[in-house]
């Protein structure tokens, strides 16, 4: 079928049967008409916000970053710390390149506790993943830093994911910029970019996110540019809005993330995704400032990072 029609034919199909409206698919066209030179995913160790914004936020490219102070701060994190703190926390199972299934109601929800009694350390090949968890005020000390680089961005939701080895999130795209953060263990990332886009057959699975097919290997092996990066406790990965991402978790492991919107840098884009009807679902999560005011309130008033940057004192983990 891809032949008799051709990739954009079969886009438009599945779009159009998915649950992506209209005017997500307009603003996603215009990021794909938009030229990507990314001969690979650079790497900072180091991140002002300034520069930040003007190497990577307002080009609509990823950077992966890996500031030792944020290391340090993820490396006291341990599994027992973490149940003390989200143990009792529940959310959904899902399976891995299951996304068909995520429209279904009525998914099974598990605790952190049980899930990682059940599949951490056993070394098994489970397809269960832990997702859409909602991130508390008590962690909120290790990620903080992300609020440093929203000049331009108005952070929404915070989640935790929670997964074993070999699971993962199959190719997909999402309407708003991403912020991966990884806590414990490590997850490899592929990552195209949307110029790319006429490769693919996309669908809808909710109105912020876009499925695609094939994955990232078979595009890789058809001639898509496809960048690879590997996350280790501390490390964070900024995802445009548009590019496609695959991930894989190499190890137990426990990651945050952190949606954003653009609101002042990019306003053609803007004005389409502000009546996006996605824009309304993020906003019925707390954002990552209301979290973080949350904790400085618990924990008093707070250390002062270097360079002057607010941090919040946090829980003993161990």
Request: net charge positive; proline share 6%.
């Given at each position: 079928?891809?032949?008799?029609?051709g990739?954009?034919?079969?886009?438009?199909?599945?779009?159009r049967?998915?649950?992506f409206?209209a005017?997500?698919i307009?603003?996603?066209?215009r990021l794909?008409?938009?030229a990507f030179?990314?001969?690979a995913v650079?790497?900072?160790?180091t991140?002002?916000?300034?520069?930040?914004?003007?190497?990577?936020?307002s080009?609509?490219l990823p950077v992966?970053?890996?500031?030792?102070r944020?290391?340090?701060?993820?490396?006291?994190?341990?599994?027992?710390?973490?149940?003390?703190?989200?143990?009792?926390l529940?959310?959904?199972m899902?399976?891995?390149?299951?996304y068909?299934r995520m429209?279904?109601?009525?998914?099974?929800?598990?605790s952190?506790r049980?899930?990682v009694?059940?599949?951490?350390?056993?070394?098994?090949?489970t397809?269960d993943?832990?997702?859409h968890?909602?991130?508390?005020?008590?962690?909120?000390?290790?990620?903080?830093?992300?609020?440093?680089f929203?000049?331009d961005?108005?952070?929404?939701?915070?989640?935790?994911w929670?997964?074993?080895?070999?699971?993962?999130a199959?190719?997909?795209r999402d309407?708003s910029d991403n912020?991966?953060?990884?806590?414990?263990?490590?997850?490899h990332?592929f990552?195209?970019?949307?110029?790319?886009?006429?490769?693919?057959?996309?669908?809808g699975?909710?109105?912020?996110?876009?499925?695609?097919?094939?994955?990232a290997?078979?595009?890789?092996?058809?001639?898509?540019?496809?960048h690879?990066?590997?996350?280790?406790?501390g490390?964070?990965?900024?995802?445009?809005a548009?590019?496609?991402?695959q991930?894989?978790?190499?190890?137990d492991?426990?990651?945050?993330?952190?949606?954003?919107?653009?609101?002042?840098?990019?306003?053609?884009?803007?004005?389409?995704?502000?009546?996006s009807?996605?824009?309304k679902?993020?906003?019925?999560?707390?954002?990552i400032?209301?979290l973080?005011?949350?904790?400085?309130?618990?924990s008093g008033?707070?250390?002062?990072a270097?360079?002057g940057q607010?941090?919040v004192?946090?829980a003993?983990?161990?």
């Amino acid at each position: 079928m891809r032949r008799l029609l051709g990739s954009r034919v079969l886009n438009e199909l599945s779009s159009r049967v998915g649950w992506f409206p209209a005017r997500n698919i307009a603003f996603l066209r215009r990021l794909d008409a938009r030229a990507f030179h990314l001969p690979a995913v650079p790497v900072e160790k180091t991140l002002s916000a300034s520069e930040f914004e003007e190497r990577y936020g307002s080009q609509g490219l990823p950077v992966k970053v890996s500031d030792p102070r944020r290391r340090e701060r993820v490396g006291s994190l341990t599994l027992d710390g973490l149940l003390r703190d989200v143990g009792d926390l529940r959310g959904p199972m899902r399976r891995v390149n299951d996304y068909t299934r995520m429209r279904e109601r009525g998914r099974p929800e598990v605790s952190v506790r049980d899930y990682v009694e059940r599949c951490f350390g056993w070394n098994t090949a489970t397809s269960d993943y832990l997702t859409h968890i909602r991130l508390p005020a008590s962690l909120v000390a290790l990620i903080g830093d992300v609020e440093s680089f929203s000049g331009d961005f108005e952070l929404q939701t915070g989640q935790l994911w929670i997964g074993a080895p070999r699971t993962g999130a199959p190719l997909h795209r999402d309407l708003s910029d991403n912020w991966l953060i990884q806590l414990m263990g490590r997850k490899h990332i592929f990552l195209v970019a949307p110029t790319h886009s006429d490769r693919f057959v996309t669908y809808g699975v909710d109105e912020t996110l876009q499925a695609a097919d094939p994955p990232a290997e078979e595009a890789r092996a058809r001639g898509v540019h496809v960048h690879e990066v590997e996350l280790g406790p501390g490390d964070m990965l900024y995802v445009p809005a548009g590019w496609f991402h695959q991930v894989s978790n190499q190890e137990d492991m426990v990651s945050a993330n952190v949606f954003s919107w653009r609101t002042r840098s990019d306003p053609t884009f803007e004005q389409e995704r502000a009546a996006s009807p996605g824009r309304k679902i993020q906003e019925r999560f707390p954002g990552i400032r209301e979290l973080a005011a949350r904790a400085r309130s618990s924990s008093g008033s707070g250390d002062s990072a270097p360079g002057g940057q607010r941090i919040v004192k946090r829980a003993r983990c161990s």
